[in-house]
């Protein structure tokens, strides 16, 4: 079975931090993209960022540059999202995203299940 595993969750203050992670099992987890998804309430889920299936970051989303950061361990089949200076408008359900980019793999999309973030004083 597929399995996207998400921890680190959680009620943290403003200015705070958190790091998720999302280990993956039941596919080749060197042949996908991964990627960080939020949807926070009452608003669509957005893309926060991801990262190229050879460890190179390729994208943040605007709100998040520059206070997140992505990395992945393919040893591991684990990819993580540090949070830094987190704010109310980063509270979301977090989703991990595998995203086929191989010929093989082209087509499958597997989702995580979520973790809740909030930012609260």
């Known amino acids: 079975q597929v399995y996207l595993v998400e921890s680190g969750g959680g009620l943290v203050q403003p200015g705070g931090s958190l790091r998720l992670s999302c280990v993956a099992s039941g596919f080749t987890f060197s042949e996908y993209v991964m990627s960080w998804y939020r949807q926070a309430p009452g608003k669509e889920r957005e893309l926060a960022a991801f990262?190229?299936?050879?460890?190179?970051?390729?994208y943040y989303a605007d709100s998040v540059k520059g206070r997140f950061t992505i990395s992945r361990d393919n040893a591991e089949n684990t990819v993580h999202l540090q949070m830094n200076s987190l704010n109310p408008d980063d509270t979301a359900v977090y989703y991990c995203?595998?995203?086929?980019?191989?010929?093989?793999?082209?087509?499958?999309?597997?989702w995580g299940q979520g973790t809740q973030v909030t930012v609260s004083s």
């Open positions: 995203k595998a995203t086929g980019a191989t010929v093989r793999s082209i087509g499958h999309d597997y």
């Open positions: 990262i190229s299936a050879d460890g190179t970051p390729n």
